[in-house]
């Protein structure tokens, strides 16, 4: 692990209030326990005081970070100031549906300091978002973005969903024309997938509907690509896109280059020192934990020079920046080119990785299937 990068620090907030039906991240729709959660969440802070360098990163996630109150949020900031110590222009974000944004929620979020606003958008498509189980409407989501310009938010990011079964290309082409039409700094764009246990899930094995299948999804992942570079966005990541690398997501850059990162609140990772632990999933269960005074961590592994190698290839190839030969060799004793010449010689000659300035990358069709080149 890179010691000298500064950490980044996640705070899930596990309430939403109702579930998208697509959704499998941890959540609960009991909001009278909000008030609990958050003097568990603040005891969680001091539990781990001193533990950390300065983060460079604060990411609110979920969950939705936005159903809490300014001052809730406000709160949790004072909290993480109380206990750890953030380095100067500290990227701060948020996670919001924009079913709860208006003027003064926007305001009190800027003067607070955060500084970076995702806005849950997942489509401009009135037929596509009542599928996927979204509280909002479209015209909400537009006014959430006008609104957080307003409001001085100059980071603002959305995230929108493509291959909802059903959805046209021109459907979703016309949700990204109308996403660009903002000019968002950032923009996740993810496929639909499909867990078992979700509402989708569910009615996907009863046959209710079928899914667009690998060669139209192939399709929806080209024309994103291709249309947001060519409206001046960098593809930085499989599902990420900047209007120049000084908005690419700092925090999310941490998962991917194997920098240390705390997790905090319900079933939030953490990684450090080649080390990795998460906590228990369920408030039910984090809550009780920190009242006895114990960590809410459900396990803890340590990660072995091989995994550790194996996660950076992984990683590194679902990022544009690819992985680098010799910072790969002295971090893991392991010379790709020499073990893996055969595969990355053919991988190449497909059109799936491209070497130059001593960097082994993805090209865009490497990216579209990221998750297999990694098994190189
Ligand atoms: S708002 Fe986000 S976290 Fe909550 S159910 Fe929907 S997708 Fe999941």
């Known amino acids: 692990m890179n010691l000298e990068k500064n950490p980044g620090l996640y705070i899930h907030i596990p309430f939403c209030l109702s579930k998208c039906h697509y959704c499998d991240f941890y959540s609960s729709t009991s909001l009278s326990i909000v008030s609990d959660f958050l003097n568990a969440l603040f005891k969680e802070m001091e539990m781990y005081r001193n533990r950390f360098k300065a983060f460079d990163t604060v990411y609110f996630g979920g969950g939705?970070?936005?159903?809490?109150?300014?001052?809730?949020?406000?709160?949790?900031?004072?909290?993480?100031?109380?206990?750890?110590?953030?380095?100067?222009?500290?990227?701060?974000?948020?996670?919001?549906?924009?079913?709860?944004?208006?003027?003064?929620?926007?305001?009190?979020?800027?003067?607070?300091?955060?500084?970076?606003?995702?806005?849950?958008?997942?489509?401009?498509?009135?037929?596509?978002?009542?599928?996927?189980?979204?509280?909002?409407?479209?015209?909400?989501?537009?006014?959430?973005?006008?609104?957080?310009?307003?409001?001085?938010?100059?980071?603002?990011?959305?995230?929108?969903?493509?291959?909802?079964?059903?959805?046209?290309?021109?459907?979703?082409?016309?949700?990204?024309?109308?996403?660009v039409a903002f000019s968002p700094e950032h923009l996740s764009c993810y496929q639909l997938t499909l867990e078992a246990e979700t509402p989708l899930g569910i009615r996907y094995r009863a046959g209710e509907f079928l899914m667009p299948g690998e060669e139209l999804e192939y399709q929806f992942f080209v024309k994103t690509s291709q249309f947001l570079e060519d409206a001046g966005y960098v593809h930085y990541e499989v599902s990420n896109f900047a209007r120049g690398m000084e908005h690419a997501s700092k925090h999310n850059q941490k998962y991917w280059d194997n920098s240390p990162y705390l997790g905090l609140g319900p079933s939030a990772h953490s990684f450090q020192n080649n080390c990795r632990w998460w906590n228990r999933r369920s408030v039910d269960q984090y809550i009780p934990a920190i009242a006895a005074g114990n960590l809410p961590v459900e396990e803890t592994e340590t990660l072995t020079r091989e995994q550790l190698r194996l996660e950076a290839l992984y990683l590194g190839l679902r990022t544009k920046k690819g992985v680098n030969f010799e910072e790969y060799k002295n971090r893991y004793q392991y010379d790709l080119l020499t073990e893996k010449k055969e595969m990355i010689e053919k991988l190449r000659e497909e059109g799936f990785i491209s070497i130059h300035d001593g960097r082994l990358y993805p090209t865009q069709a490497g990216l579209a299937v990221a998750d297999s080149l990694a098994l190189i």
Request: hydrophobic content about 35%; aromatic content about 6%; glycine content about 6%.
């Open 64 to 179: 939705t970070p936005s159903l809490l109150s300014p001052k809730q949020l406000k709160d949790i900031l004072i909290t993480v100031q109380k206990n750890f110590d953030l380095t100067a222009n500290t990227e701060i974000t948020i996670e919001t549906n924009p079913a709860d944004l208006d003027q003064s929620s926007l305001e009190s979020m800027r003067r607070m300091g955060i500084n970076r606003i995702n806005i849950g958008v997942q489509s401009f498509d009135e037929k596509v978002l009542p599928f996927l189980g979204r509280r909002h409407s479209a015209k909400q989501a537009i006014s959430a973005i006008e609104t957080s310009r307003k409001a001085g938010f100059e980071n603002i990011g959305l995230d929108l969903i493509y291959g909802v079964p059903g959805q046209e290309m021109n459907s979703w082409l016309n949700t990204l024309r109308q996403a």
